[in-house]
């Protein structure tokens, strides 16, 4: 079984739904994070948390909001989605200190029309 | 701030090409350097690391070496496959300034043919 899973896999929406991202872990790591990648890109990051209590934000969270209900579970929100927001959606983890290795999901492609 | 440039892809070797994919990296501090590797359809994943000067990152047949005086961490492979074919990123994680969060070059496309 994965040990980092992200549903739903692929999503597609209208302007101006709200849509929900979930990432669970069975890692046991207290950090996680959620990142997009655009075609020539990279990735960038959204929101990151290093335990239930201690959300940030990262580079580029305008439009969008987190949730981390559990330390398992972070959730990644648009509340009102834009054609902007089409992107390839990351989760992953990372056990502290912040230098280790971080582990991904497999990802969820939004597309908003 | 930190920031990664890797070369631009794509690109396209023939099995058993060397490779090389440039990477150098602006930090404050000491960083750490890393190698993900993704898959077509799949997350990233690891493929190596080096968290100090002069260190060398290997694994599945790549490597890299943390070269401080010329701030880069050169991805290599000696004869590369078709399962290879995927794309690379280069990323540093720096504590030294206060920072914990990976920064990622845009990534370069690897294509091997038969």
Same mark, same amino acid.
């Given at each position: 079984?994965?040990?980092?899973?992200?549903?739903?896999?692929?999503?597609?929406?209208?302007?101006?739904?709200?849509?929900?991202?979930?990432?669970?872990?069975?890692?046991?790591?207290?950090?996680?994070?959620?990142?997009?990648?655009?075609?020539?890109?990279?990735?960038?990051?959204?929101?990151?948390?290093?335990?239930?209590?201690?959300?940030?934000?990262?580079?580029?969270?305008?439009?969008?909001?987190?949730?981390?209900?559990?330390?398992?579970?972070?959730?990644?929100?648009?509340?009102?989605?834009?054609?902007?927001?089409?992107?390839?959606?990351?989760?992953?983890?990372?056990?502290?200190?912040?230098?280790?290795?971080?582990?991904?999901?497999?990802?969820?492609?939004?597309?908003?029309? | 701030?930190?920031?990664?440039?890797?070369?631009?892809?794509?690109?396209?070797?023939?099995?058993?090409?060397?490779?090389?994919?440039?990477?150098?990296?602006?930090?404050?501090?000491?960083?750490?350097?890393?190698?993900?590797?993704?898959?077509?359809?799949?997350?990233?994943?690891?493929?190596?690391?080096?968290?100090?000067?002069?260190?060398?990152? $290997?694994?599945?047949? @790549?490597? !890299?070496?943390?070269?401080?005086?010329?701030? =880069?961490?050169? #991805?290599?492979? %000696?004869?590369?496959?078709?399962?290879? $074919?995927?794309?690379? @990123?280069? !990323?540093?994680?720096?504590?030294?300034?206060? =920072?914990?969060? #990976?920064?990622? %070059?845009?990534?370069?496309?690897?294509?091997?043919?038969?």
């Amino acid at each position: 079984d994965a040990d980092v899973t992200q549903t739903p896999r692929n999503r597609i929406t209208k302007t101006g739904k709200r849509i929900m991202l979930e990432c669970s872990q069975t890692k046991g790591h207290d950090r996680m994070y959620w990142y997009r990648q655009d075609p020539g890109l990279g990735l960038r990051l959204i929101y990151y948390s290093f335990d239930v209590k201690d959300i940030n934000k990262g580079e580029i969270s305008d439009g969008y909001s987190v949730s981390r209900q559990a330390q398992a579970k972070f959730s990644l929100s648009l509340e009102s989605a834009i054609p902007n927001q089409t992107a390839l959606y990351f989760c992953a983890t990372s056990d502290t200190p912040g230098l280790s290795e971080q582990f991904f999901g497999p990802g969820t492609r939004l597309t908003v029309l | 701030g930190n920031s990664v440039t890797q070369m631009e892809g794509p690109v396209t070797l023939s099995e058993e090409a060397f490779l090389t994919i440039n990477c150098t990296y602006t930090a404050t501090g000491y960083p750490s350097l890393f190698w993900y590797v993704q898959y077509p359809g799949e997350g990233l994943q690891l493929l190596l690391k080096a968290t100090k000067a002069d260190d060398k990152g $290997s694994n599945k047949g @790549f490597e !890299a070496t943390y070269r401080k005086e010329t701030t =880069s961490f050169h #991805l290599e492979k %000696g004869s590369v496959q078709v399962s290879d $074919s995927a794309v690379y @990123f280069c !990323a540093l994680s720096n504590s030294g300034a206060g =920072s914990y969060q #990976l920064t990622f %070059g845009k990534g370069t496309k690897l294509s091997v043919i038969p």
